[in-house]
T-cell receptor, first 111, second 113 residues
Framework: EDQVTQSPEALRLQEGESSSLNCSYT??????LFWYRQDPGKGPEFLFT???AGEEKEKERLKATLTKKESFLHITAPKPEDSATYLC????????????FGQGTTLQVKP | ETGVTQTPRHLVMGMTNKKSLKCEQH?????MYWYKQSAKKPLELMFV???????ENNSVPSRFSPECPNSSHLFLHLHTLQPEDSALYLC????????????FGQGTRLTVV
């Protein structure tokens, strides 16, 4: 059964303090791993898609990496506006387009 | 308009009411999805439509009834809901069932009283 686990559940950082969020996954065949950002009361906003181990994607202060068992979302020199919940999802063995989501990591960046 | 639009943004309904949620996508995608997001739980897939045909019903109770009249529109008809059905209901779309980079609407916050 496809499974996604995110850690930590919550993370507090000072502005400028870099860190990483983890997404561990178990799938029978990875078709894609996705990162989303979700602000309170809003829908998830697409950030990145990763398809194969070794792949990396960057956007502003965010960088996503992928291995065969996990993905990391690295946040470099975060700002208060980076505060949000970050969701990881995988498209595994399903032929129905079903994404399996983790519970998310809630990031708070203090000025 | 661009992206995925959901209406209404907020809905309060009694357990005997009937209401509908609407979703429209302007991305030219062929697959559309309904997800449920409850507090402290991961997003949970409810239904999948591909080219207007339902391809997945994730064991959803019959009090939730989806409708997809075309590839751009998706509805979720609600009737005789329970308080535990209160949640954020999210619509999403993707190119198809293989290219599953999904784009979400802002959601409908549903409260059942």
């Amino acid at each position: 059964e496809d499974q996604v686990t995110q850690s930590p559940e919550a993370l507090r950082l000072q502005e400028g303090e870099s860190s990483s969020l983890n997404c561990s996954y178990t799938v029978s065949g990875l078709r894609g791993l996705f990162w989303y950002r979700q602000d309170p009361g809003k829908g998830p906003e697409f950030l990145f898609t990763l398809y194969s181990a070794g792949e990396e994607k960057e956007k502003e202060r965010l960088k996503a990496t992928l291995t065969k068992k996990e993905s990391f979302l690295h946040i470099t020199a975060p700002k208060p506006e980076d505060s949000a919940t970050y969701l990881c999802a995988v498209h595994g063995s399903s032929n129905t387009g079903k994404l399996i989501f983790g519970q998310g990591t809630t990031l708070q960046v203090k000025p | 308009e661009t992206g995925v639009t959901q209406t209404p943004r907020h809905l309060v309904m009694g357990m005997t009411n009937k209401k509908s949620l609407k979703c429209e996508q302007h991305l030219g995608h062929n697959a559309m999805y309904w997800y449920k997001q409850s507090a402290k739980k991961p997003l949970e897939l409810m239904f999948v439509y591909n080219f207007k045909e339902q391809t997945e019903n994730n064991s959803v109770p019959s009090r939730f009834s989806p409708e997809c009249p075309n590839s751009s529109h998706l509805f979720l008809h609600l009737h005789t809901l329970q308080p535990e059905d209160s949640a954020l209901y999210l619509c999403a779309s993707s190119q198809d069932l293989l290219n599953t980079e999904a784009f979400f609407g802002q959601g409908t916050r549903l409260t059942v009283v």
